[in-house]
Nanobody
Framework: QALLEESGGGLVQDGGSLRLSCVAS????????ANWFRQAPGKQRELVAA???????NYADSVKGRFTISKDSAKNTVFLQMNNLKPEDTAVYYC???????????????WGQGTQVTVSS
């Protein structure tokens, strides 16, 4: 069983919306901080949105005002709401969290498997 399960990607038209979800398995006790990265073909992976353990958020300039990162601690789930999507947002999106494993004490880093987002013009 994957420790992080991503979902919500797909094909959407220019200007559309998608919400990505990243659900932590029962092997993860709690999510501390979270990030969403993306990687387009032929490009390096880039940080899109970050949520600190204090609740502060930061976004890449290219997505400010359009994307929102959030967390539901009760469900151990991280979200990325993406509005007004553009063709240049097309990429594989990865969830990345700092989390405490069940029965553990220290924060470890975990990655999701990635979900494809394709925005057509």
């Amino acid at each position: 069983q994957a420790l992080l399960e991503e979902s919500g990607g797909g094909l959407v038209q220019d200007g559309g919306s998608l919400r990505l979800s990243c659900v932590a398995s029962e092997n993860i006790a709690s999510i501390d901080a979270a990030n969403w990265f993306r990687q387009a073909p032929g490009k390096q992976r880039e940080l899109v949105a970050a949520l600190s353990n204090r609740g502060t958020t930061n976004y890449a300039d290219s997505v400010k005002g359009r994307f929102t990162i959030s967390k539901d601690s009760a469900k151990n789930t991280v979200f990325l709401q993406m509005n007004n999507l553009k063709p240049e947002d097309t990429a594989v999106y990865y969830c990345n969290v700092g989390a405490v494993p069940s029965g553990g004490y220290y924060v470890n880093e975990y990655w999701g498997q990635g979900t494809q987002v394709t925005v057509s013009s």
